[in-house]
């Protein structure tokens, strides 16, 4: 067992109007040019959701860090904060795992903002450490390299605007988008450097968001710690140890429970969500994979261990059992009687033009999965798995090939060969983990439910993250994709 991550709109503003052909539109008085925020208004306030986010490529397999503030400053030098925490592990991590976030947003914080032009922003953190995966003699090495004071240091971040941010209407939010390969230099074990460099957009809040550039949050792992059913509402506290207030409507969709009336404090789940108009959050999914979870975390397995069903893995977010220490387990163990699981996060795998199956039989190191269990003891392969569920991750690489399979179009993805899944496969893979036989390369499917938010067209040799559901097929990776985006510089 390690010690966790060791401590070593379309703006919303005024009335909106349904009109019978179905065109959203707003009512006059808003101010603005279309497409445009409508202007400050003095004396005014906003309501601003902090959203984290990353960019990324496959170098690293995790980058924390302990966020301690956020603000906004105008030209005149008013500074507005926007979120404020110590760095106190209790019962929770306190950090913010962001190669999780590649190409997705969860919620930092929501704060009330005076109207008005901010032309900076400052982040200050407390802790920061990244993790890179390597093969050496026949084996798998994790480098973990932290500083206690980020920045060299000085708990100093960079916060790049490219261009100043308008604050006005009612709700809006702002992307603090983690540039990681401009965050960290590796020279060697002991020759590195944490300066944590962020891109701050505004996010144009939809009014029916699809994705996290126009408000949806996807992916969130959350304990919930509150039920309020006469309010329809519940509390959910995610693995930095915020929280958030989720309605609950007609329209959200539950899996693996029965709806609001079934959901107590102390369950674990994973939620989608859209911001709402008063800057709120209302939840569009919530999956409980096992309503007698007590503990739960995000892996990436690495190596396998023994006994035969066990996982070396780097952690990417954890909850820890009730009263147990701010620990985050570097194994796991699953046997016969693991139930396994496919996130419900894509609702097009019966449409697939292959089988997309995920058990015992066909799970591959590399794969991102959310592992929970019953149990708090720990067995000699680690954590005691209750249940493995397959979630999204996001791979970067070149298109090597372009084809049509049905509705879907089929990239095919060339990967570095850093990147986790061929790093794994120079191991000898032992069952019951499957061996691939081109690790570096993935065929990736794509069809009307995708997000393409890629700049341009794609076409062979475009650099492209891809986020969505990796599968072993005989040997063969594929993903079913939720999401397109400009890819990194290997």
Known sequence: ??????????????????????????????????????????????????????????????????????????????????????????????????????????????????????????????????????????????????????????????????????????????????????????????????????????????????????????????LITSVNLSGGTFVAQTADGISFTFSSSSGTQYEGIAGLSALSAGQLVNLDGAIQANGTLLATRLEVANLSAITSDLFLPLSPASPVGSAISQPLDCFPAPGAAPLCQSAFFFSSSTAFHISGQMNNLQNLPFIPAFDSLNFVLGQNVSVASSTSQLGSGGMLATDVTLVPQTLNGTVTAIANAGAFTVYTLALAPYDAVPTTQQLAVVAPFSAIANPTTVQVYVDGNTQQLQSGSIAHGSLLRFRGLLFDDSGALRMDCGEVLDGVPE
Do not use: H, W
């Open 1 to 222: 067992m390690r010690k966790s991550f060791e401590i070593r709109s379309f703006l919303l503003c005024g009335l909106l109007f349904l009109t019978g052909t179905g065109m959203l539109i707003s009512l006059a008085g808003c101010g603005g040019s279309p497409g445009q925020p409508p202007k400050p208004v003095p004396g005014a306030t906003t309501n601003v959701m902090v959203l984290l986010t990353s960019t990324a490529n496959d170098k690293l397999t995790q980058f924390d860090m302990a966020i301690t503030s956020v603000s906004l400053s105008d030209s005149a030098g008013n500074t507005v904060t926007l979120f404020n925490k110590p760095f106190v592990q209790n019962g929770n991590t306190g950090l913010t795992e962001f190669m999780r976030l590649n190409g997705v947003s969860k919620p930092l914080a929501t704060a009330t903002v005076p109207q008005g032009t901010y032309t900076s922003a400052t982040v200050k953190v407390a802790y920061c450490e990244f993790a890179n995966a390597s093969v050496a003699a026949g084996g798998m090495v994790t480098l973990i390299a932290a500083e206690g004071t980020c920045g060299q240091g000085t708990g100093n971040t960079t916060v790049n605007l490219p261009s100043p941010i308008t604050i006005s209407g009612a709700t809006m939010a702002l992307s603090f988008n983690l540039q990681v390969s401009q965050s960290y230099t590796l020279a060697s074990s002991s020759s590195y450097t944490i300066s944590p460099v962020f891109k701050l957009t505004p996010v144009t809040v939809s009014g029916n968001p699809t994705n996290d550039s126009n408000g949806k949050i996807s992916g969130t792992d959350a």
